[in-house]
């Protein structure tokens, strides 16, 4: 089992194989080759490249939604599909209005179209909602089918829930990346409970 999370050699960051774990992915010289020969496909090399230059020009001076623009025009996307979650429909409308200002066509698929109710993936009264009337269920392959069916060339997913999020990823056809994940607790920033697993939050994390 590989275990990079616990290494504190980390010389495949610079390039030497020799300061690794006995373990190191980096040795596994099969794996690597047949990576490498996937960059030289003509779309991963586009994506691999533009990505490198995004990180170069941006670093710790651009945001993510900065960085997303410069890649996306770097890579010649036209058509943005928006895949988000009702909750924050505000959010999905500045981003869609500065998607159009820079020029792409943004398409925004909401997660609750369809109007599909809970009851049909099995969710009986008890298992719902406590208190909520919104129990129609999100539909993440429906986003993904309906932005596939508008021939994006490149999807952003703004705010899915966990496992909504796993589904859009399935179906959607074109590539794709992530301006914020879901976290009701937190504001939408994910890493505060991981900042904090070692103080406040280590009862609950740990």
């Given at each position: 089992?590989?275990?990079?999370?616990?290494?504190?050699l980390?010389?495949?960051?610079?390039?030497?194989?020799?300061?690794?774990?006995?373990?190191?992915?980096?040795?596994?010289?099969?794996?690597?080759?047949?990576?490498?020969?996937?960059?030289?496909?003509?779309?991963?090399?586009?994506?691999?490249?533009?990505?490198?230059?995004?990180?170069?020009?941006?670093?710790g001076?651009?945001?993510?939604?900065?960085?997303?623009?410069?890649?996306?025009?770097?890579?010649?996307?036209?058509?943005?599909?928006?895949?988000?979650?009702?909750?924050?429909?505000?959010?999905?409308?500045?981003?869609?209005?500065?998607?159009?200002?820079?020029?792409?066509?943004?398409?925004?698929?909401?997660?609750?179209?369809?109007?599909?109710?809970?009851?049909?993936?099995?969710?009986?009264?008890e298992?719902?909602?406590?208190?909520?009337?919104?129990?129609?269920?999100?539909?993440?392959?429906?986003?993904?089918?309906?932005?596939?069916?508008?021939?994006?060339?490149?999807?952003?997913?703004?705010?899915?829930?966990?496992?909504?999020?796993?589904?859009?990823?399935?179906?959607?056809?074109?590539?794709?990346?992530?301006?914020?994940?879901?976290?009701?607790?937190?504001?939408?920033?994910?890493?505060?409970?991981?900042?904090?697993?070692?103080?406040?939050?280590?009862?609950?994390?740990?």
């Open positions: 089992m590989y275990s990079c999370a616990n290494c504190v980390r010389g495949c960051s610079e390039g030497n194989l020799e300061k690794t774990l006995p373990n190191c992915p980096s040795k596994e010289k099969n794996v690597q080759e047949e990576a490498k020969k996937l960059y030289l496909e003509e779309e991963n090399y586009k994506i691999a490249h533009n990505a490198a230059l995004v990180e170069a020009e941006g670093y001076a651009k945001t993510r939604v900065e960085e997303i623009i410069s890649f996306a025009k770097k890579c010649e996307y036209k058509r943005i599909g928006l895949v988000f979650c009702i909750g924050l429909i505000n959010e999905a409308k500045c981003f869609a209005d500065i998607l159009r200002h820079h020029g792409f066509d943004a398409i925004s698929v909401l997660c609750k179209n369809g109007g599909i109710d809970k009851t049909y993936v099995g969710i009986d009264n298992s719902k909602i406590p208190g909520e009337c919104d129990e129609i269920m999100c539909n993440p392959i429906g986003q993904a089918l309906l932005l596939n069916e508008q021939n994006t060339d490149f999807n952003i997913i703004l705010g899915l829930c966990v496992g909504h999020d796993t589904l859009v990823m399935k179906y959607l056809k074109a590539p794709m990346t992530t301006l914020a994940v879901k976290d009701r607790v937190t504001g939408h920033n994910p890493l505060v409970a991981i900042y904090l697993a070692n103080s406040y939050y280590k009862k609950k994390l740990m």
